[in-house]
């Protein structure tokens, strides 16, 4: 008996995905949960398991190769009596779709033979780095869990080689340069990272927006002191009670945005080239950092959570994220969005919208400033806040009132039990 290996789809609307990688050959046994290979889309990479016990008697689909419809089958697993090498041609059911990968079998990062070898622990973003920065992973020691390679691992590795590229003796004159990713220019050293999925798909978004949204920006400067001691009072109460939850500065100010969207309904908007969309809940995009770019789930009804469900809600969304498990609806469309360097000491800044929404709200750190009370000088904690706006959507005088009752949420802090 035979089973299919099949092109899994990470959501259900993913129509296709690049095949990046095999990391076993026709012949090996595998047990059901197994990595045999890794695919990537513009989101995410993931492996691809073994979905039964058998011997992987045929590849159908080389490695490299993108644009593989799901449910496309890739590969077979059977008793072993039927193993043939590896596809070296673009099988019936992926045609269409394109080869990128010369040997895709018989090469794991840095180009080596992977026949014979054990598996190594590394991550699907990890993996590809390798790849493309040309970096062997053989004896690398990993920094993550049970010694596993992680994304970071790759990139001091790359520095480390390139270090070690520089201080090498250079070619003798008239000797041909070997064909490399590594580009000298001056006294310095450049390397050439090509780009992923995910990078190519930020750029291309955010050169759209950049040139279709007519973006106009105000800032506003809130007193943070009332909202600091809301915060440690909260989470005094949580650590009282067992908990090991932990609300944030932006928790609070991320639930003081929604009720202020919802306050202000002239913001409840998003453009579109038929007529405004009148939105009918406050759904907030969280920028989130991975490695290797960014994402924005979307918290859905922001406006109605209590301020410990919005921090529960957004810390789980950042670690489905952060373990790429978002599917699309998890991340797409949504009100307006919010973006925080602070915890870097940014003081301020301008965030990019991310269309379809209309607002992207940027948060600065918090900083003490001297202020005039009663005639006296005083200390003041104060938070600055930067907000984006589609001109197409929202003029701005109704953004202006929306900061107003942004400002007044933050310093009065009790009014976000409401």
């Not at 990128?100 to 080596?112: C, F, I, R």
Request: glycine content about 8%.
């Amino acid at each position: 008996m035979t089973v299919n290996i099949l092109m899994p789809a990470i959501s259900p609307d993913m129509a296709t995905g690049k095949l990046v990688c095999w990391h076993v050959e026709p012949g090996t046994a595998v047990k059901q949960g197994d990595v045999l290979a890794e695919l990537e889309t513009d989101k995410a990479a993931m492996d691809i398991e073994a979905p039964a016990d058998g011997v992987l008697e045929q590849i159908l689909v080389p490695g490299g190769t993108s644009d593989v419809p799901v449910e496309t089958p890739i590969g077979i697993i059977g008793a072993g009596a039927s193993a043939a090498p590896p596809a070296t041609t673009e099988p019936p059911a992926a045609a269409g779709m394109s080869s990128d990968a010369t040997s895709p079998l018989q090469e794991d990062v840095g180009g080596h033979d992977i026949q014979d070898r054990p598996l190594r622990r590394i991550s699907p973003l990890a993996r590809r780095l390798a790849r493309e920065m040309s970096v062997e992973t053989e004896g690398l020691r990993g920094t993550g869990p049970k010694g596993r390679i992680l994304a970071a691992d790759i990139r001091e590795a790359a520095e480390r080689q390139g270090r070690e590229e520089t201080q090498a003796p250079t070619a003798a004159a008239g000797e041909a340069a070997a064909p490399a990713t590594v580009m000298h220019m001056a006294a310095a050293s450049a390397c050439l990272e090509p780009h992923g999925a995910m990078r190519r798909t930020i750029a291309a978004r955010l050169v759209e927006a950049k040139q279709t949204v007519p973006h106009f920006y105000l800032e506003i400067r809130c007193d943070a002191d009332a909202l600091l001691d809301m915060r440690r009072t909260l989470n005094e109460a949580l650590a009282s009670s067992g908990s090991e939850a932990k609300v944030t500065v932006n928790d609070l100010v991320m639930k003081a945005y929604a009720l202020a969207i919802a306050a202000t309904p002239d913001t409840m908007v998003t453009w579109s080239e038929e007529g405004l969309v009148r939105h009918t809940s406050v759904d907030i995009g969280l920028a989130v950092a991975l490695e290797g770019g960014l994402i924005t789930p979307i918290l859905r009804d922001a406006a109605r959570l209590s301020p410990g469900a919005l921090s529960s809600a957004a810390r789980e969304a950042i670690e489905r994220a952060r373990a790429g498990k978002l599917s699309p609806q998890e991340y797409s469309g949504g009100l307006a969005g919010i973006s925080n360097l602070g915890m870097f000491g940014v003081s301020a800044f301008s965030a990019i919208i991310n269309p379809p929404q209309s607002m992207n709200l940027a948060v600065g750190t918090i900083e003490s400033e001297l202020a005039l009370h009663n005639g006296q000088a005083v200390e003041v904690r104060r938070l600055r806040l930067t907000l984006s706006v589609d001109h197409r959507a929202i003029d701005g005088a109704v953004g202006a009132r929306l900061l107003q009752r942004l400002k007044s949420f933050i310093e009065a802090p009790l009014l976000l039990a409401s």
